[in-house]
């Protein structure tokens, strides 16, 4: 295949050695894709409907419960399909619109940066919550993480799919990331590519920074707190939302910079479940499900009280 305007699909051979496991495959990743449904879509319905949690940080849990239902649908479907059916294809077009979408929704990324800024105001300078978080500059903050998810979606869609291929149309993965299609495009065709990978890295390692300080003076704050009860559950929700922070990170920047040499079929599969999969499972248990408010909300939504 001399370029990409000849391929007219490619195939994702991430399980293409187990076909004895295609059913495990399936009924394992429908149970994990009908967790996350269900967790985000009870989280939107709950804000939506629940005055009470027509907040601020509620807010952006239900911008951010959008985002984790987009990214797993991205997917998590056609992964399912394959393993269902026993197939591999996925259309050129199919394959470009997965990755605009992954990127897009990778949004999610700057949302938690706002969320991070955001209980660093509540906690660090309550007398100016109202002014700093009103409802306009809320959604600001939210549309400016969506709009970056667009613009990221666009640069690297355009530019990854511009480039000539020539080493056919077989990508080790469960769906189209960028890595594996840079290994098909021809000899030093991909570094514009990867130099926008770079600088995203950059900027989402900016962000994780942003995250860590805005956390570093929350704690400081909260140790200043009298009651050791205030201060557990302050600590138990502002550690698991920096755990999953830091596998996001981790993961992520390891799945798109990690050197040629120390790439295996294994490795990138596991990687990539690790950042694509299991922060939109379980992001409504870490984020909400621990919340009295929200628990209470959701108790009412299902009881119809």
């Known amino acids: 295949m001399s370029n990409g305007t000849s391929i007219t699909e490619f195939h994702l051979l991430a399980f293409a050695d187990m076909q004895e496991l295609q059913l495990l495959h399936f009924w394992l990743l429908l149970g994990i894709y009908l967790a996350a449904l269900l967790g985000n879509s009870l989280i939107i319905t709950a804000v939506a409907c629940d005055h009470r949690l027509h907040t601020p940080i509620y807010f952006f849990r239900f911008n951010l419960s959008l985002l984790d239902l987009g990214s797993i649908s991205t997917t998590l479907p056609k992964a399912m399909a394959n393993s269902l059916w026993d197939t591999r294809a ?8 997965q990755l605009f979408f ?32 009103g409802s306009r500059a809320c959604v600001h903050m939210a549309a400016a993480a969506w709009g970056s998810g667009f613009l990221n979606a666009v640069l690297h869609t355009a530019n990854t799919f511009s480039l000539p291929l020539c080493q056919g149309n077989a990508l080790d993965q469960f769906f189209c990331e960028i890595p594996h299609i840079l290994k098909l495009a021809c000899s030093h065709s991909y570094l514009r590519e990867v130099g926008l990978l770079v600088v995203g890295a950059c900027l989402v390692f900016g962000c994780f920074v942003f995250i860590v300080v805005s956390y570093v003076q929350i704690f400081r704050a909260v140790l200043r707190i009298p009651s050791e009860q205030g201060q557990h559950k302050a600590f138990s929700t502002c550690l698991p939302h920096l755990a999953v922070v830091s596998l996001f990170v981790s993961t992520g920047i390891f799945a798109y910079l990690k050197p040629p040499s120390t790439s295996s079929p294994w490795l990138d ?7 694509s999969v299991v922060p939109p499972a379980v992001n409504p248990l870490i984020y909400s499900m621990r919340n009295k408010e929200l628990k209470d909300a959701l108790w009412k939504l299902m009881t119809g009280c």
Do not use: N, Q, W
């Not at 599969?269 to 950042?275: D, F, G, I, Q, T």
């Open 269 to 275: 599969l596991v990687v990539s479940v690790l950042y």
């Open 90 to 97: 996925i259309s050129y077009l199919g394959c470009a619109a």
């Open 102 to 133: 992954f990127f897009f929704f990778s949004a999610e990324y700057f949302l938690l940066t706002v969320m991070a800024y955001d209980r660093y105001v509540a906690i660090c300078k309550p007398l100016h919550y109202g002014t700093l978080l």
